[in-house]
């Protein structure tokens, strides 16, 4: 659920960025495919990003708690 709510903001935010790189390096049919390809990975990266981050904060929680009681 987060990364369905965080991949289109964060694609919005770096596709300047990254038209701007590839624009500067490669041919228009390239800065294309590479803006295809940049709106593609947007949602694994905030998908494993959200994933690491909410497996770390439910690791930290655990260890919390099992220190509270102990």
């Known amino acids: 659920m987060?990364?369905?709510v965080?991949?289109?903001p964060f694609h919005?935010?770096?596709a300047p960025y990254v038209w701007q790189l590839s624009s500067k390096s490669y041919g228009p049919e390239m800065v294309n495919f590479i803006m295809a390809m940049w709106m593609i990975l947007t949602?694994?990266?905030t998908f494993f990003a959200a994933r690491a981050a909410i497996s770390a904060a439910l690791t930290v929680a655990g260890v919390y708690i099992a220190y509270r009681l102990i």
């Open 2 to 4: 987060v990364s369905i």
């Open 6 to 8: 965080v991949s289109p």
């Open 43 to 45: 949602w694994p990266l």
């Open 12 to 14: 919005e935010f770096t």
